[in-house]
């Protein structure tokens, strides 16, 4: 059965780029019809919060991405303490106590010599006397994995062919001097227990999983498949990471009024051989799915493109689907208006602003020049209750008597009816707003 995991830390938002990488295992497990863990990567116990963590499960359940299982490493130290004491029963885990700054001198005169600065194991040589000295004087060691020094390969869901050469990496630490963990140990054995068959996730990472794989054989495991997909960028090609807070799903979602589909349409294709298009559902986007179908190169993330997607979808949104909101947003004007407005919308939020030309009160505008025209179009409004025939009939009429053609036989009575320069189709919207608004407008009342 084929299982992946989503492993965010509740120590920020969820953001464009971890949510991308949500996305794909997703949609790779919903493909395999497998199962897609929620993992919580709450080992930080300073800054993780509770607040973060409901976010996080409020922004994936708001993008539709349901998980099947979730758990967090909080409620299992006894299990990395326990995979600890294993590894340094193998002679895997040691101790270092190096400080800080003793450790970034080592690395400046490595690389002042001109020799690549990884970490030379002078803890390996330490005696039981020179612990217990170190220890004395209040030193508290940090703990080290040791890896093989061979060349680790594996055949990667994106990248293909990966060797990661060990003797080239430092030997990383698993645990910090004050016996918290950093993410390797835990994540390897979360993964080892919940039996996670793929492990997708950004390139950033692919020289870490070298050494984690080394750590999976150490405890008895069988290390996943791994798939590193290329980072997102802006779209000038840069960095994002300036922009990560106006880019978190709450502020899509709240600050900006996007849609949950557009978010999940763009983050789906960017970054593919596929072209960018509006999806109306995660089963839509995942009709055509594959991780064989992204690129090595970066995935530009594009604020403006997100905006014409989510035009895009709103425009082929039904009623029945935006009814509830529309009507949270006392925007609410019914079936007939919602189907005159959504080809203007670029958020769901402009429908309250469209609504209000059906519903009023609308402040006419009315030139000078234009008075008497539109004193003449009340007059002319055809008999009885208006339709969709009516407009046509009522500006052919207008522009018979009147000799007005082109903007300036439609434009004023659009800037009379509606007080806006442009808007629905008028055809919609006249029988819309009905005859005795109609006639108030015209009369410059606001109606």
């Known amino acids: 059965m084929t299982k992946v995991r989503f492993a965010p830390s509740p120590t920020g938002k969820l953001h464009v780029g971890n949510v991308r990488t949500a996305l794909f295992n997703y949609l790779f497990a919903r493909k395999a019809g497998g199962v897609f863990v929620l993992r919580i990567d709450d080992t930080d116990l300073e800054r ?6 409901d976010g996080i499960r409020t922004d994936l359940t708001w993008l539709g991405l349901k998980w099947d299982e979730t758990f967090k490493q909080s409620e299992r130290f006894d299990r990395y303490a326990a995979a600890a004491e294993e ?8 101790a270092c106590y190096e400080t800080g700054d003793e450790l970034e001198r080592k690395r400046r005169l490595q690389m002042a010599n001109g020799r690549p600065p990884v970490y030379d194991r002078a803890a390996l040589d330490l ?3 020179d612990k217990a000295k170190l220890e004395a004087e209040g030193r508290k060691p940090h703990w080290r994995f040791k890896l093989s020094g061979n060349p680790v390969q594996w055949e990667d869901m994106v990248r293909g062919p990966v060797s990661i050469e060990t003797s080239s990496l430092s030997d990383p630490i698993l645990i910090r001097e004050d016996g918290s963990y950093l993410y390797t140990l835990p994540s390897v054995c979360d993964d080892i227990d919940a039996e996670i068959t793929h492990i997708i996730r950004g390139e950033d990472h692919t020289t870490n999983s070298g050494a984690q794989i080394e750590i999976f054989e150490a405890l008895g495991g069988s290390a996943p498949v791994f798939g590193h997909q290329a980072l997102l960028v802006g779209a000038d090609g840069g960095k994002l990471s300036k922009r990560l807070g106006s880019l978190s799903m709450e502020d899509l979602r709240e600050v900006e009024g996007f849609e949950a589909m557009a ?4 983050l789906g294709r960017i970054g593919t ?9 995660l089963e839509d986007l995942l009709e055509g799915f594959s991780l064989s179908k992204l690129t090595r190169s970066p995935a530009r993330f594009d604020p403006e493109e997100l905006a014409r997607i989510n035009a895009k979808i709103l425009h082929e949104t039904g009623y029945d689907a935006v009814r509830d909101r ?3 947003m006392e925007a609410d004007a019914g079936d007939a208006v919602w189907a005159a407005v959504r080809p203007n919308l670029e958020r769901l939020r402009d429908a309250r602003d469209w609504a209000v030309l059906v519903n009023g009160p609308v402040t006419p505008v009315i030139e000078d020049e234009d008075r008497e025209f539109a004193a003449q179009a009340a007059a002319a ?6 339709d969709e025939n009516s407009w046509g009939s009522w500006t052919s009429a207008l522009k018979e008597a009147t ?3 082109g903007k300036s036989l439609f434009m004023p009575l659009r800037h009379a009816l509606t007080g806006q320069p442009r808007g629905p189709e008028m055809a919609v919207l006249l029988p819309l707003i009905g005859r005795d608004k109609v006639i108030a407008r015209l009369k410059g009342e606001n109606a």
Do not use: I, Q
């Open 326 to 328: 529309l009507g949270a």
């Open 87 to 94: 590894l340094k029963a193998k002679g895997l885990l040691y």
């Open 48 to 53: 993780s919060t509770k607040e973060y963590e």
């Open 127 to 129: 005696t039981d006397a």
């Open 263 to 266: 978010v999940n349409s763009l």
């Open 273 to 281: 051989s596929d072209p960018v298009e509006p999806f109306m559902a």
């Open 403 to 405: 000799g007005r053609k």
């Open 381 to 386: 409004l055809p008999e009885g209750d208006l």
